[in-house]
Nanobody
Framework: QVQLVESGGGLVQAGGSLRLSCAAS????????MGWFRQALGKNREFVAV????????DYADSVEDRFTISRDNAKNTVYLQMNSLKLEDTAIYYC????????????????????WGQGTQVTVSS
């Protein structure tokens, strides 16, 4: 069992930056695939980024590539999402997710590819 707690959300002006953190409890954090998803008001939850257990495989949604960076510190049981050059359309609740299996990139770009979810943290980008 893994419990995930996100933090770091808030209100930021367009063009600004935020860093989200997701702290995981439980054992063997380094074996878990970690993902970030987001859900804007009235929209489906969408993939943002994923990182493999050892950090060697990383993938991003096209909409955030070159602006967001996912990373993890296995010694601290924490995964991060550094968000730069934020846009109005990045406004959403951001969720951290974890799963013990990699499966495939396709699987890990889907909400169905994760067994564990955090409660989410709100990110609001203003003009």
């Amino acid at each position: 069992q893994v419990q995930l707690v996100e933090s770091g959300g808030g209100l930021v002006q367009a063009g600004g930056s935020l860093r989200l953190s997701c702290a995981a409890s439980g054992r063997a954090f380094s074996t878990y695939v970690m993902g970030w998803f987001r859900q804007a008001l009235g929209k489906n939850r969408e993939f943002v980024a994923v990182i493999s257990g050892g950090g060697g495989i990383i993938d991003y949604a096209d909409s955030v590539e070159d602006r967001f960076t996912i990373s993890r510190d296995n010694a601290k049981n924490t995964v991060y999402l550094q968000m730069n050059s934020l846009k109005l359309e990045d406004t959403a609740i951001y969720y951290c997710a974890a799963d013990a299996e990699w499966g495939s990139i396709t699987t890990k770009r889907s909400t169905e590819g994760y067994a564990y979810w955090g409660q989410g943290t709100q990110v609001t980008v203003s003009s």
